[in-house]
């Protein structure tokens, strides 16, 4: 009977595992300070040309590049709370000042706006 429990609590802390995101974003950023950032309309100007393709990428806007689309697709789901809390305040932000901007990322990252839900959901759920 012992090894019968034994049995069950692996199983039990396997699916677990499983259940649970394999891993976290990279938080090599996470202590930008994102304001200064996003007072900055050159900086600003610059990310948003990276993103489109349109100009060199940073090391942060090449990690920013290559993360976004599995954060849409898995709305966020390796995202930490802090990554969370950035994205929904530079998005945010980004939507009100740029708007024009905001609509031709949106539309390359998501352009039959399928994850728009399931990332809106994700960001505006963490603290």
């Known amino acids: 009977m012992p090894f019968l429990s034994v049995v069950v609590l692996v199983c039990c802390l396997l699916a677990a595992v499983h259940s649970a995101p394999a891993e976290f974003y990279t938080s090599q950023f996470d202590n930008i300070d994102i304001e200064s950032i996003l007072e900055n309309e050159k900086l600003l100007d610059n990310y948003y040309k990276c993103l489109m393709d349109e100009g060199p990428c940073t090391l ?6 290559s ?3 599995d954060a849409l697709e ?12 950035t994205a929904r305040r530079v998005m945010t932000f980004y939507v009100n000042k740029y708007p024009a901007n905001s609509a031709k990322i949106i539309k390359k990252y998501d352009p039959e706006n399928k994850f728009r839900n399931g990332i809106e959901k994700a960001l505006l759920a963490s603290p």
């Open 67 to 69: 993360l976004i689309p």
């Open 60 to 65: 942060e806007g090449r990690t920013l590049k």
């Open 74 to 85: 898995t709305a966020c789901a390796k995202c930490t709370d802090k990554q969370k809390t």
